[in-house]
């Protein structure tokens, strides 16, 4: 049976990226709770919500965990009472020690508590993934890759396939991101360096957001490996499975303009578009259709937005380079400014064709890497 | 009209001291309003909820306000629509210009806002209030005596009287704050430097909970000034009036115990008497009445809970001082951790009667300056 000493803040740590993956409201009453696996080795604990799971170990040779194992076995208990329980003990190190019919005791200075558990056999076994040629990539670099995406992906559950982002790997070494709502786009690639075999998911954006709060190392490598209806992202103790979306994700490439079908090219800092936009917001929001028009005319650059009831917004903008033809098209700033928040280069370069095509932003048009699409609203 | 440019953080944060008074939720529609007057003085910035109401005064010599005055007036704009406006304006400055039909323009760099506004006459007028013979107190000692007591009132609604701090002055000046739910009570006095004419009300909890957020300077001195029906707090710049809960506040200096009751006297650390019941707590939410038990016996002193469900607790205390007879007494742990919040004093001392009678805190039992019950639990 368990029985073990071990630091409480290491412990700690350990135990809150596991729960990344219990929710609160679980169909399975199972999937509330926590698996505790002690062996000589180390501490596996294990959490699901039955989209995503996640087996953290901890092993016994961690320094700062300060570990003393001397009785094995597991256990299941409930996630967030375990957690609390866990957090509030008094002393830097706590025992565990579990009892007859899987009690479990959590000891701490003069503090005693005594938890009821379940027998581990009870808890659902994760289905196995084959561990063969991963994809190899650094968890900060994937982490970009989604946050550059996820936030494009719809909210709306009745096309299940568009609440994921689109991940695919093409000529063994191109991998592809792509999320859309039909009202924007975001596509990002990059280049690996290691070989790997193709393959065409979607990824739920609940999981890539859950991804990002459980890989904390941007430095360290993560091994991506596809099942059928799950992907795992593994580092040395964390194994992180998702399912994915099941269905076939339509064709993006066509969407993104041809060069020559461009009007106007404008060159803004994006800071200051970023501000405009977030005034132009205000009002726009009080108008009937929630968008703000953009009139570039001669050297004149001008952002407005008018609400009978409220009012009205005029901004004079300073554009850093402008080639092209004029144009007065309108559209909802929220989707600029969700898409000016993910680009890290000062300055953003935004493509227009027509005012009924969508506009196109990029952080350079030098190279195709990080694409965004932004659909305009027709308007009287 | 209105006609003037101001410094815009200093002028963000006037907005921000009246908006405490500006409901998002209010039965009339002039009540979401801002009410902005310009006199060849400075500007006074008013709103209300019809609970509370804050008129704040800016003063043209304000040096960090910077302040042009070129056209005085008044108008009405919508309250938290203004604040944002003023908030993502581009530049330090800001102009505001009144035009026809009661419109306003805000300008700054580059950006131009207009605003429909509304007739500054249609706003209701506060209640005036006699200005004689105010209590004189500092901002932070009041601040004090309100954050000790109001956390106890009641949140039921069937009671008005009680979801509201009794506030007395006796003997012209004893200033005495009580608040209960009829579970715990909180009594603070403290012992003015100034005579001023006895008074007897009930201050909303909601008015006191926005008067913190309102005097930021603990240094300066209020006058309170009191009407049959509301109070109003004032210093320089600021007046906050509050409306009272009308009715008799029941007697409570009956129920705080006689010194000869007490069977039983503890001292504690108060921080790892907070510690040992936020753990204790864990397990008593899970029981069917919400309690922990403390068992007082010989040298020995422990808190238990018990679960039949999720486990139990067992937390062997460290008490500083003890002196009187055993006792085992049940208790909801949340108001002894309410209590144990609001004192700064490191140690706490607790007194017993019975396991059926309140028992009382005491950051010292030297005075009685502040003294807390609580109503234990009666279990089998």
Redesign the interface.
């Known amino acids: 049976m368990i029985q073990l000493s071990i630091n409480k803040a290491a412990f700690l740590n350990a135990l809150r990226i596991t729960k990344q993956a219990i929710g609160s409201k679980v169909a399975i009453p199972a999937l509330s709770k926590l698996k505790i696996v002690v062996s000589n080795e180390g501490i596996s604990l294990t959490g699901s919500n039955g989209q995503i799971s996640i087996e953290n170990f901890l092993p016994a040779s961690d320094k700062d965990a300060s570990m003393l194992i001397s009785g094995t076995g597991s256990i299941l208990v409930?996630a967030s009472?375990f957690d609390?329980?866990v957090a509030?003990?008094?002393d830097v190190t706590l025992e565990l020690k579990e009892i007859d019919n899987h009690?479990i005791i959590v000891t701490s200075g003069?503090?005693?508590?005594?938890?009821?558990g379940l027998d581990a056999e009870v808890y659902p076994r994760i289905q196995e993934i084959s561990k063969e040629n991963p994809l190899k990539i650094k968890a900060g670099q994937l982490k970009e890759i989604f946050s550059e995406t996820v936030f494009a992906v719809s909210t709306q559950e009745s096309r299940p396939i568009f609440t994921g982002v689109h991940l695919m790997l093409t000529d063994n070494k191109s991998l592809k991101a792509v999320a859309t709502d039909s009202h924007r786009m975001s596509q990002r690639i990059v280049e690996l360096e290691n070989m790997t075999e193709d393959f065409d998911v979607v990824i739920p954006a609940k999981s890539i957001n859950s991804f990002r709060n459980v890989f904390n190392n941007d430095d360290e490598e993560i091994n991506l490996f596809i099942a059928h209806n799950q992907v795992l992202f593994q580092n040395e103790n964390i194994s992180f499975y998702s399912r994915l979306i099941e269905g076939n994700y339509p064709e993006t490439d066509r969407l993104i303009p041809q060069v020559s079908d461009y009007t106007l090219s404008l060159t803004f800092d994006v800071s200051e578009l970023r501000?405009?936009m977030?005034?132009a917001r205000?009002?726009a929001n009080?108008t009937s259709n929630g968008t703000v028009k953009l009139t570039v005319s001669g050297d004149s650059v001008v952002t407005t937005a008018n609400s009978p009831?409220?009012?009205?917004?005029?901004?004079?903008?300073?554009v850093l380079a402008k080639e092209g033809a004029d144009i007065a098209i309108s559209f909802n700033p929220q989707y600029l400014i969700d898409a000016l928040k993910v680009l890290k280069s000062p300055e953003v370069q935004i493509r227009f064709i027509s005012n009924v095509r969508p506009f196109t932003l990029q952080p350079s048009i030098e190279t195709n890497d990080f694409v965004q699409l932004v659909t305009p609203v027709r308007t009287n």
């Open positions: 409930e009472f609390s329980v509030q003990m008094p009690q003069k503090s005693e508590i005594t938890l009821n501000h405009v977030d005034r205000l009002l009080a009831e409220v009012g009205s917004v005029h901004e004079d903008m300073t």
